[in-house]
């Protein structure tokens, strides 16, 4: 049976093991956030790059304005290079695979995918299940997509709890139950480009713990050089 795929997902709620939880959260004053709009409030209370993102997408969307979000993904080079992986031709890409069924065996979540995001569209180059199942390629428009906020912030996303998120909680990923909880690493290119992401989620809530995270980078490091020959 195939996994569902998260569409790619984002950072909320995260309660980090100590020495890991502190992400750079700066919580503004309440009155002042309750007299500007919500979205603006929110961004402004957070420097985590995940949040930043996820904020500036929704406000863009909201006020019909041409976001970062957009700028970033349409950059030639990067795009290029999403290209250039060769992931987006038909599988099986023998090696991704391998590494994206490691990752579920590594960290024991149900779900892990290798997702490369275009400027239009979301491709699953690899995915496996807990029960060693391989998926084939798939895609999925960026509405869609969580990973899309790794790629757009450089940054890993992490949530434990989407349904504690203040915006992704009504992502189309959480409103369908595909995803509880998740985790994504960007993937770079040898400029530095950010590709897409090694992620693994499941349907539930769950906490990421220092460890899973370092597992997680550790394995896209590996997929990075596997994909680019570094």
């Given at each position: 049976?195939?996994?569902?795929?998260?569409?790619?997902?984002?950072?909320?709620?995260?309660?980090?093991?100590?020495?890991?939880?502190?992400?750079?959260?700066?919580?503004?004053?309440?009155?002042?956030?309750?007299?500007?709009?919500?979205?603006?409030?929110?961004?402004?209370?957070?420097?985590?790059?995940?949040?930043?993102?996820?904020?500036?997408?929704?406000?863009?969307?909201?006020?019909?304005?041409?976001?970062?979000?957009?700028?970033?993904?349409n950059?030639?080079?990067?795009?290029?290079?999403?290209?250039?992986?060769?992931?987006?031709?038909p599988g099986?890409?023998?090696?991704?695979?391998?590494?994206?069924?490691?990752?579920?065996?590594?960290?024991?979540?149900?779900?892990?995918?290798?997702?490369?995001?275009?400027?239009v569209?979301?491709?699953?180059?690899?995915?496996?299940s807990?029960?060693?199942?391989?998926?084939?390629?798939?895609?999925?428009?960026?509405?869609?997509?969580?990973?899309?906020?790794?790629?757009?912030?450089?940054?890993?996303?992490?949530?434990?709890?989407?349904?504690?998120?203040?915006?992704?909680?009504?992502?189309?990923?959480?409103q369908?139950?595909?995803v509880?909880?998740?985790?994504?690493?960007?993937?770079?290119?040898?400029?530095?480009?950010?590709?897409?992401?090694?992620?693994?989620?499941?349907?539930?809530?769950?906490?990421?713990?220092?460890?899973?995270?370092q597992?997680?980078?550790?394995?896209?490091?590996?997929?990075q050089?596997?994909?680019?020959?570094?």
């Open positions: 049976m195939t996994p569902p795929s998260p569409t790619d997902a984002t950072s909320s709620g995260h309660a980090s093991d100590e020495g890991t939880d502190q992400r750079g959260e700066t919580i503004t004053d309440s009155v002042d956030l309750a007299t500007r709009d919500p979205i603006t409030a929110m961004n402004e209370s957070y420097t985590d790059p995940a949040h930043v993102a996820v904020f500036e997408g929704a406000r863009a969307a909201v006020n019909g304005e041409q976001s970062h979000m957009r700028s970033a993904l950059d030639n080079a990067r795009v290029r290079a999403v290209y250039d992986t060769g992931l987006l031709e099986p890409h023998p090696e991704v695979d391998r590494i994206v069924g490691l990752t579920i065996d590594a960290v024991g979540i149900p779900n892990a995918a290798l997702n490369m995001i275009t400027d569209q979301q491709i699953t180059a690899g995915i496996a807990h029960s060693g199942d391989i998926g084939e390629q798939r895609t999925h428009p960026l509405p869609d997509s969580l990973c899309v906020y790794t790629v757009v912030s450089a940054s890993p996303l992490i949530i434990d709890d989407i349904a504690d998120h203040p915006i992704l909680k009504n992502h189309s990923a959480a369908s139950g595909v509880g909880a998740y985790i994504g690493i960007p993937i770079f290119d040898d400029a530095g480009h950010p590709v897409g992401t090694l992620c693994a989620w499941d349907t539930q809530p769950h906490h990421w713990s220092s460890g899973e995270i597992i997680m980078t550790d394995l896209a490091d590996v997929v050089n596997v994909i680019f020959d570094q």
